[in-house]
């Protein structure tokens, strides 16, 4: 149902755009986010977009690097991110939920299978 894309190895400060393709029916109902697992830590919740695209919101340690947005004339999720650090290694997750507070909770109705991202030094 959700399927990530654009992950991969990069150095320090660079820039990488992931996407994720949504085969979910009424999309727009839909709010989306990102969430990483990384080695040795739980699951965290990166970013998230409500289902029309407004009010975006960040883990603190990525706003202002990381850029969640969405197209929903084509059923995608995009998560640029910029300027990234080691600490920001993981394994990244597409997720979608109606619900906003499931959503940032991590209690999202559809998940994606994640794709690594490896920030190397």
């Known amino acids: 149902q959700l399927v990530e894309s654009g992950g991969g190895l990069v150095q320090v400060g660079d820039s990488l755009r992931l996407s994720c393709t949504a085969s979910i029916r009424f999309f727009t ?11 040795g830590k739980e699951r965290e919740f990166v970013a998230a977009i409500p289902s029309r695209g407004y009010k975006d919101f960040y883990e603190p340690s990525v706003k202002g690097r990381f850029f969640i947005s969405r197209d929903n004339a084509k059923n995608m999720v995009y998560l640029q991110m910029n300027s990234l650090k080691p600490e920001d290694t993981a394994i990244y997750y597409c997720a979608g939920e109606q619900n906003w507070g499931r959503l940032v909770a991590g209690m999202a109705e559809y998940w994606g299978q994640g794709t690594q991202v490896t920030v190397s030094s």
């Open 29 to 39: 109902d839909y709010a989306m986010g990102w969430f990483r697992h990384a080695p």
